[in-house]
């Protein structure tokens, strides 16, 4: 069985056991919506630096860091050019901008925005909120297993690359 056979099957199974059931559709677009381009986090950012004065750039390294790993998941899209899902099995639940599958850009920066998140306000926002967003992609089948995956490895990375430079130029 090959690699993309075995992530169909993976799809197939998430959408046959998921997306039947009321509201996961609906719930997943929406936060499909929410993470486009990584607009909500920036409109979360930017509420946080509105209301947390003295946080406030900290709060810009969250749109920093979801905006920053975004950008880099486009560019490794470009260059891999793998295409999204295309199986008859396989229901389509929502409109993409592009064509292009990996790494899914929704996981990159929503576990970047989450880290960074995560440390500024000492919640668990990691675990809370980049499962439900890497499923979403799945459920909406917009994305492979791996894109989510790789996205998620990606946003994780970009999200440390913020911290380091947040600690080189004296943010606590």
Not at 51 to 75: E, F, M, T
Not at 87 to 114: E, G, M, R, Y
Request: glycine share 8%; proline share 7%.
């Amino acid at each position: 069985m090959s690699s993309a056979s075995s992530e169909v099957q993976i799809l197939q199974a998430v959408q046959s056991t998921i997306a039947s059931r009321p509201g996961v559709v609906s719930t997943a677009r929406g936060m499909s919506h929410f993470g486009e381009h990584a607009l909500g986090w920036v409109a979360v950012a930017g509420i946080g630096a509105a209301l947390d004065k003295p946080r406030r750039r900290q709060w810009a390294g969250v749109a920093v860091g979801a905006v920053g790993a975004h950008a880099a998941s486009i560019v490794i899209k470009r260059v891999v050019r793998r295409p999204r899902p295309n199986d008859p099995s396989i229901q389509v639940n929502v409109s993409t901008p592009s064509k292009l599958s990996f790494p899914s850009s929704h996981a990159t920066s929503t576990t970047a925005a989450a880290v960074l998140l995560g440390r500024l306000t000492g919640l668990p926002l990691p675990a809370l909120l980049v499962p439900p967003m890497l499923l979403s992609r799945l459920v909406l089948g917009v994305h492979y297993p791996t894109d989510v995956l790789a996205g998620s490895a990606l946003g994780a990375a970009s999200a440390v690359a913020v911290l380091k430079a947040e600690q080189k130029f004296g943010e606590k």
